[in-house]
């Protein structure tokens, strides 16, 4: 799909930063901003091999005016995705699915040099195991990574396991969990907003087993 939009608008949003404290003011001063944004994605079914395959790629840039520090900046934010997946059953007790997307994002300021671009990519896996009709076993991973400014060729990894039973009689379902396995601590995603680039710092809780019931009625 293709999306287009532009509009003029009389109200400018002065940006300023004191230290680590950023202000927004708005001003009466004449603008406009303009957006592409483009994505398509195609899937296929090959039933011999018991597996579904997908791809997507996705593209957008957009162009806008801010004031910043009392000057008034013309700047385009860029960004590109690229991704694929497959999803397979490798026999009947065993089903498997792979992810992969790559990200770029890409700020030109006409007033100054460009910023450097932000690369990240996120790669997921999961299987699931199944010995019996009521009981599953699920393990999923994750691969992060990141290269910005503050943050070059950064990866981090996570993974879960759980276990679900489903008893014949009983209307509970019960489910192990193990979240964590790694015990990985932080990550950290950064992304560019405007003109400007937002890094976020997330705190992970350590591993931890987590048992959960779910009732039917």
Not at 118 to 135: C, E, H, M
Not at 203 to 217: E, S, T, V, Y
């Amino acid at each position: 799909g293709i999306n287009f939009s532009s509009y003029t608008a009389n109200v400018v949003y002065e940006q300023n930063f004191n230290g680590s404290l950023e202000t927004l003011l708005a001003r009466l001063l004449s603008n406009s901003t303009r957006s592409l944004s483009f994505f398509s994605r195609i899937n296929k079914y090959i039933i011999s091999w018991k597996t579904s395959l997908s791809a997507n790629v996705s593209y957008s840039i957009s162009k806008a005016q801010q004031l910043q520090q009392n000057i008034l900046l013309n700047f385009s934010n860029k960004s590109v995705s690229i991704g694929a997946g497959i999803n397979t059953k490798i026999s009947s007790k065993i089903t498997s699915e792979y992810t992969a997307t790559g990200y770029k994002y890409v700020t030109v300021i006409v007033e100054k040099n460009n910023q450097p671009p932000i690369y990240s990519a996120t790669q997921k896996f999961t299987i699931n195991y199944f010995p019996l009709d009521k009981l599953s076993f699920r393990f999923s991973g994750e691969h992060y990574y990141l290269d910005a400014v503050n943050s070059r060729n950064q990866n981090y990894f996570f993974a879960d396991f759980s276990i679900l039973l489903k008893p014949n009689k009983a209307k509970v379902d019960w489910e192990l969990i193990t979240q964590n396995l790694f015990n990985s601590n932080q990550f950290i995603s950064a992304v560019n907003a405007n003109n400007t680039e937002v890094i976020s710092e997330y705190q992970l809780r350590p591993r931890q087993i987590l048992l959960k019931a779910g009732f039917r009625f």
